[in-house]
């Protein structure tokens, strides 16, 4: 049985207490005690386990989504039409889409708990690098998701990366790399071959003047931080699998353009 099925069944012995075991216990329709030690912790199973992280990573994710969507005071239909499609992509159905919704909506609220709900993902997550920057990156396409990141979002960024142990230049990094991706697959033949040839570079953050093993390197390097079965292993609930298979291939598709081109 997975993580959810469990959940919904009332199996609560697993679950982490904090204010995501209390956002997910509102979102499943389960009442129990919302303070930091409202439910009981199977002895067994401690911050940094498979079932927990993935219990913690899901509900962070659709909740601080909506914390985002919500952060410039009104939640577009962009926005909203993005969670639906995370959750098309991610083929949520039943119960598990159901506890989607409601943890988006949990998110909107006036008093959610970020920087709460961010410590303890964090400690959940026990020093899972890799899983963090990739919630990282899942809370920035949500922010772009209008295609304006404003100042109220961009604050929400900057705290998600403070309270998640990520620098500024680290943020600042990931964030030109996902705005090269956008511009990338928005290519069209109004735009030259050799800005859409520099946004691939800049996926794979390297220079143009890079060496070939440099490049390789570089790419390597961000397939790794984003392999499908390394993620679930650590963590990703196996639904959200999908999400690091497309992030690989973007940047498989231009990782090949670069190399094509350097043939010529």
Known sequence: MSWMG?????????????????ILGA????????????????EQLSPGDQ???????FTA???????????????TTAEINLAK???DELSLSGDMRKTAIKLFEQGKAEAFPLKDVLQQFRKECHRRTNLIRMFLEIQI????????LDQAEEKVLQTICEYLGISRFEYERIKLQFQAQQRFYGYSSQKSAS?????AYAILDVDSS???????KAYRRLMNQHHPDKLVAKGLPEEMMILAKEKTQKITKAYEMIKEQRKK
């Open 141 to 148: 396409q949500a922010a772009f998701a209008d295609g304006v």
């Open 210 to 216: 890079a060496t070939d093993g440099e490049i390789k």
């Open 6 to 22: 469990k959940v919904v069944g009332g199996a609560f012995g697993f679950l982490m207490g904090g204010p995501l075991g209390a």
């Open 27 to 42: 979102s499943v329709g389960h009442q129990f005690d919302t303070g930091l030690n409202g439910i009981k912790m199977d």
């Open 195 to 199: 800005s859409h040839l520099q946004d």
């Open 61 to 75: 994710t659709f909740s601080v989504m909506g914390h985002i969507a919500k952060a410039d005071g009104k939640v």
């Open 85 to 87: 499609r995370v959750m």
């Open 51 to 57: 079932q927990r992280v993935q219990m913690a990573f």
